[in-house]
């Protein structure tokens, strides 16, 4: 979106104390963070609905899943810990994370969907890896905890399905709800890291975030099990994971950027303001 573009929307006298170029950047941002849910993606690709799907799924398969969910999400939130690299802004590698994803989800495609708890974990170590990659590239310190935290976060912010009610799915919603549990965990790990995984603190977060994202995760099961798809569809469906969720990610950590500068309640004024 061009600066005058924006200018024409949002007239410079409306009060708004931020810049067009970064008002434009905060519209690219609402795009990614409000465009059409993974849910309807998988939908797309596999030419049916897969949420009703979900009620067919065997109840072991889905207290499987929710396991699976939250291990995955440990372990990946342990792997960020020890693994980051370099904090100092470069340019984020988002094509080799979906080529990579596309291998990892290949071959987990090939062994069927009992494969489906070790290829979550390293799909989803992969995916916070591209995330921080992207935090980094939007001049966020991976090296502080609360950066690594939002990371995470991301996995709830992009996990909305279309029986979500609309208020409960907006960003600002989620944001607010998890922020309690964030700040709960980063006090935690800062004291104690992750010596204790069954820390109180750092359980009600990783419960929050896997509610949300073990719902994706019950959809990507569904949709490789649909005939013909559920051959070709390892790879395909985790690029359409990562392609969200970098997209995702690019918004949320936009948006923690211009907070820095302006405040989050100039911020969050312009966002709302701003049309989808």
């Not at 960020?80 to 291998?103: F, I």
Request: proline fraction near 4%.
């Amino acid at each position: 979106m061009e600066q005058d573009e924006i200018i024409d929307v949002l007239p410079l006298e409306d009060d708004l104390d931020v810049s067009a170029e970064d008002l434009a950047a905060l519209w690219d941002a609402k795009r990614r963070l409000e465009h059409p849910s993974l849910t309807a993606r998988i939908s797309d690709l596999v030419g049916r609905p897969v949420e009703g799907g979900l009620r067919r799924l065997p109840q072991r398969w889905n207290r499987a899943i929710e396991t699976a969910t939250e291990t995955a999400l440990l372990r990946g939130l342990e792997v960020s810990l020890k693994t980051m690299g370099h904090p100092q802004p470069k340019r984020s590698r988002d094509r080799l994370h979906k080529a990579v994803a596309v291998s990892t989800g290949a071959v987990g495609g090939a062994m069927g969907a009992a494969a489906l708890p070790v290829e979550l974990t390293v799909s989803t170590c992969l995916m916070l890896r591209s995330i921080a990659d992207i935090a980094r590239s939007e001049g966020h310190d991976i090296s502080d905890l609360e950066v690594r935290l939002a990371c995470l976060e991301v996995f709830a912010l992009g996990s909305s399905s279309s029986s979500d009610d609309a208020g409960e799915s907006g960003y600002w919603m989620v944001r607010g709800a998890l922020s309690k549990y964030l700040s709960e965990a980063a006090n935690h790990l800062a004291r104690k890291g992750l010596g204790d995984r069954s820390a109180p603190a750092l359980l009600r977060l990783i419960t929050q975030i896997s509610a949300r994202f073990g719902v994706v995760v019950s959809e990507q099961a569904v949709a490789r099990l649909v005939p013909v798809v559920g051959a070709v569809s390892g790879g395909t469906i985790n690029y359409l994971f990562m392609d969200h969720f970098q997209d995702i990610a690019r918004g949320h950590f936009v948006v923690k950027r211009l907070e820095r500068k302006y405040g989050t309640a100039a911020v969050r004024e312009a966002y709302h303001r701003l049309p989808a």
